[in-house]
């Protein structure tokens, strides 16, 4: 029989929320929980950490994935797609069992909705409800749970269409940003993010010795009916390409209202978070060391994609300008990785969700103050690719489908600070040396991305790397 490691590596490798598989990793080890269920109960439930490195010698760290663990005496029908493996596990008296995900196990996700409703403590877990003001959502006890497909570095399960409980998979020691932030702009009152309803955190062993700790789940409130802005504003889009002979502004489904209400929404969930979380300043040495990094990654990332080497010239003006700056940066938390899809469109107005920050970087990294002109710009790039996506997919090669696609987003950017400045006070456009360096960078992450993972799409940060660096040029 395989060994129960060599099933959880092949588990993992082919789930979208493990992050290794571009690398050479293995899994050399899975510690585990306390029992969620009691003894004698079937499914016997608790939760895996896995415990992921790369070769002898190479500098992939060691990274720790969540991974709730449901066994059951027998094969079950229904879960064949949540199959870890088989094997005779010591700590159930070496009875043969088979092992599944338990967040697609519905006999077992029921741990974590009364954990979080009744506050309960374990070895090693905590189950923290949110003890919210009278009228909040309350969840019922027999809420059945449905994992949503939509999710890609954590797993996400709707109970009851009422609440939304989010898994970490790749796991930090220290506070998760989504909770710490969600939890805190809850607290303060916000309407424009989903009610926080409770969190779960948990110990790990530490490879090599100790113990780590951290957040392992959130419970905030379902936006149902809600729409994702990616697929509200692509439909607008679609609706513009139909009609390929009218300007945007022209046709029924213009998206620029509602980018100018998202303008706004965002511009005051910044003002909620300075209010809650605090603010701080940069000064020219911090700007200098920015624009260092940016020209690092563009150094790199000219490095290995070729056709980016002709705009890395004007690229690079754009951070010599940052480093210029004389002028002191206001800094907060933010969100961090801010586009369409980190957005809800509801009957009440638009929500921001997933304060998690990039994926990709460390937890200190997310965690850390930035500037709200880089959630800005990333929402600026955004609104290219709802455009250009369509255009690539759908009508390749046709230049008045390309000049509306070009209008669309332009439009809809406008739009977007327009709304912005009106709350902010600040027109952020005000702030083209730091908007500039920002949406560099950012152009600079998505070419690497689509370099990697959908060469076909890498046209379109191209595209505006192209017209960026020449804008620099320009102006320089």
């Keep these: 029989m395989t060994s129960h490691l060599d099933q959880v590596q092949s588990f993992c490798t082919n789930q979208r929320w493990f992050g290794e598989k571009g690398h050479d990793v293995v899994v050399d080890a899975v510690a585990t929980s306390a029992w969620l269920s009691d003894d004698g109960v079937w499914p016997a439930v608790r939760i895996g950490f896995v415990y992921c490195s790369g070769p002898p010698g190479s500098d992939i760290p060691i990274r720790v994935y969540q991974l709730p663990l449901s066994y059951h005496q027998a094969p079950v029908d229904n879960l064949g797609h949540a199959l870890i493996g088989d094997w005779a596990e010591q700590d159930l008296d070496d009875t043969r069992v088979w092992v599944y995900d338990a967040l697609h196990d519905k006999e077992a996700t029921p741990y974590w909705l009364e954990g979080l409703t009744n506050g309960r403590t374990l070895d090693g877990l905590e189950f923290h409800p949110v003890h919210a003001p009278e009228g909040a959502t309350v969840v019922p006890e027999d809420a059945q749970s449905l994992v949503l497909t939509v999710e890609q570095s954590n797993t996400s399960l709707v109970f009851g269409d009422v609440a939304l409980l989010k898994v970490f998979r790749r796991l930090e020691p220290g506070s998760n940003p989504g909770v710490e932030i969600e939890s805190a702009l809850t607290e303060s009152g916000s309407e424009l993010v989903p009610e926080v309803l409770g969190s779960a955190r948990g110990s790990w062993p530490r490879a090599g010795g100790?113990?780590?700790?951290?957040?392992?789940?959130?419970?905030?409130?379902?936006?149902?009916?809600?729409?994702?802005?990616?697929?509200?504003?692509?439909?607008?889009?679609?609706?513009?390409?139909?009609?390929?002979?009218?300007?945007?502004?022209?046709?029924?489904?213009?998206?620029?209202?509602?980018?100018?209400?998202?303008?706004?929404?965002?511009?005051?969930?910044?003002?909620?978070?300075?209010?809650?979380?605090?603010?701080?300043?940069?000064?020219?040495?911090?700007?200098?060391?920015?624009?260092?990094?940016?020209?690092?990654?563009?150094?790199?990332?000219?490095?290995?994609?070729?056709?980016?080497?002709?705009?890395?010239?004007?690229?690079?003006?754009?951070?010599?300008?940052?480093?210029?700056?004389?002028?002191?940066?206001?800094?907060?938390?933010?969100?961090?990785?801010?586009?369409?899809?980190q957005v809800l469109r509801t009957i009440d107005g638009w929500k921001l969700i997933d304060f998690e920050g990039e994926p990709a970087k460390s937890l200190i990294e997310r965690r850390a103050l930035d500037t709200a002109v880089k959630d800005i710009a990333g929402m600026l790039r955004s609104f290219d690719y709802a455009a250009r996506s369509l255009l690539l997919t759908d009508h390749e090669g046709d230049q008045q489908i390309a000049y509306r696609a070009a209008e669309w987003a332009t439009r809809n950017q406008q739009a977007f600070c327009d709304g912005y400045a009106e709350v902010a006070g600040t027109d952020p456009r005000q702030q083209s040396v730091l908007l500039s360096a920002f949406l560099a960078d950012k152009l600079i992450y998505e070419c690497l991305y689509e370099a990697r993972n959908r060469p076909t799409w890498l046209r379109i940060p191209l595209s505006a790397a192209a017209a960026l660096a020449e804008a620099e040029s320009v102006e320089g």
């Design 210 to 341: 100790g113990t780590d700790s951290g957040e392992l789940a959130m419970l905030t409130a379902f936006q149902k009916n809600a729409t994702d802005g990616w697929s509200f504003a692509t439909s607008s889009v679609r609706d513009l390409y139909a009609e390929a002979d009218l300007h945007a502004a022209e046709v029924g489904g213009d998206f620029a209202g509602e980018s100018h209400r998202l303008g706004a929404s965002t511009a005051q969930v910044h003002s909620e978070l300075a209010k809650a979380l605090g603010t701080d300043v940069w000064e020219q040495a911090k700007l200098v060391e920015h624009a260092a990094a940016m020209q690092r990654r563009l150094d790199q990332a000219v490095a290995a994609i070729p056709e980016l080497a002709p705009y890395a010239a004007g690229l690079g003006r754009a951070f010599d300008a940052l480093a210029a700056t004389d002028q002191p940066v206001i800094v907060q938390r933010i969100h961090g990785d801010f586009h369409l899809g």
